[in-house]
C-alpha cells in the first residue's frame, strides 16, 4: 500500500515537473528525479509513514486548499492521539503537500 502511494505520488510529480519542463533526455530525467526524491526524502518518509495508513493519495489532494486550510487540518491531524504525529513531522508533512500542489496541474 505504502509503495502504491509512493509511486502514484512520484508518478504526478514527474508528469507535471515533464509537462512544465523542456523536454529533457531520459538520463537527464531520471537524474532530477533521483535529485528530487534523495533532497525531499524526509517530506515523503513523514507524509508515508504518517499519513497513508489512514488517507489515500486521492482524498489528500481532491481538491486543492489553501494555506490556512492545510494549517487547520495539521493541526487537527497532530492532536488525534493515534497518528502520533510530532511538531517536526508535521512540518515534514505540510512541506511535502506543498510540493505536490505545486506541481499538480491548475484547473479541473
Do not use: Y
Not at 1 to 27: E, H, R, Y
Amino acid at each position: 500500500m505504502k509503495k502504491s502511494i509512493f509511486f502514484m505520488t512520484l508518478v504526478i510529480f514527474l508528469a507535471t515537473v515533464g509537462v512544465n519542463l523542456s523536454t529533457p533526455s531520459l538520463a537527464q530525467q531520471q537524474d532530477l528525479e533521483k535529485k528530487f526524491m534523495q533532497l525531499h526524502q524526509k517530506e515523503l518518509e513523514a507524509f508515508m509513514t504518517k499519513c497513508s495508513g489512514c488517507h489515500s493519495l486521492q482524498r489528500v489532494f481532491a481538491q486543492k486548499r489553501t494555506g490556512e486550510e492545510w494549517n487547520k487540518i495539521m493541526k487537527q491531524m497532530t492532536g488525534k492521539p493515534h497518528a502520533l504525529i510530532s511538531e517536526k513531522e508535521a512540518q515534514l508533512i505540510r512541506k511535502w503537500i506543498d510540493l505536490m500542489e505545486a506541481a499538480m496541474p491548475v484547473g479541473p
